[in-house]
């Protein structure tokens, strides 16, 4: 009876002390999340090139995206799926989609999300938001000098690069995609 008895101590413990280490390891993993979540948004700077043309590569990969998107002015929209400003962005556009504004953002955004999960890209999906090179995020990321979530890269015609925004929300995205679409109306207006 004591044998099986130190067996069962022995066994209890072993129990314990692996469930201890995987608790150890989830903890680990959720601090190292958070403190790359917390250096990228410390680490961000603006681009160099604000002001002037986009990095080649990075033209590139909105050429080979949609050639004419040369010729428009866009928001590249930098998410990742891990961020919790990005979920909060992304809910406060699914909850107003049925708004005039919300429905322009698809004419004007393109979506860059890093992350290996589906939810965020899916949401997106359903929102008609582009994504940009979904198969290799993190190569667009370098490409353009970003390294915080979520923030926005706005570019006019010719592939020049007018302002960065780290940091953004829903009220932000929404005045510029407001800015861009009274900016078309008044081109056309002319045209005509």
């Not at 989830?26 to 190292?32: L, S």
């Not at 302002?163 to 932000?172: A, L, P, S, T």
Request: charged residues 20%; negative net charge.
């Amino acid at each position: 009876m004591t044998n099986a008895l130190a067996i069962g101590l022995a066994a209890a413990a072993l129990c314990i002390a692996v469930i201890s280490i995987i608790a150890v390891l989830g903890v680990m993993r959720e601090v190292a999340r958070l403190q790359n979540e917390v250096l990228a948004r410390t680490v961000a700077t603006e681009p160099a090139y604000i002001g002037s043309a986009l990095p080649y590569e990075f033209s590139s990969a909105l050429e080979a995206f949609n050639p004419n998107l040369e010729h428009r002015q866009i928001v590249v929209l930098f998410l990742s799926e891990n961020c919790s400003g990005c979920k909060t962005l992304l809910a406060d556009l699914a909850e107003q989609s049925n708004q005039k504004e919300v429905s322009a953002v698809a004419r004007f955004v393109l979506a860059v999300v890093s992350g290996d999960g589906r939810a965020g890209r899916n949401l997106i999906q359903e929102l008609g938001i582009p994504i940009l090179l979904s198969r290799d995020p993190a190569r667009v990321f370098r490409a353009a000098t970003v390294n915080a979530t979520p923030s926005a890269l706005c570019i006019s015609p010719g592939f020049v690069a007018d302002e960065y925004r780290k940091g953004v929300d829903f009220e932000w995205l929404i005045s510029r995609v407001t800015r861009m679409t009274d900016s078309e109306m008044e081109v056309e207006a002319r045209q005509v």
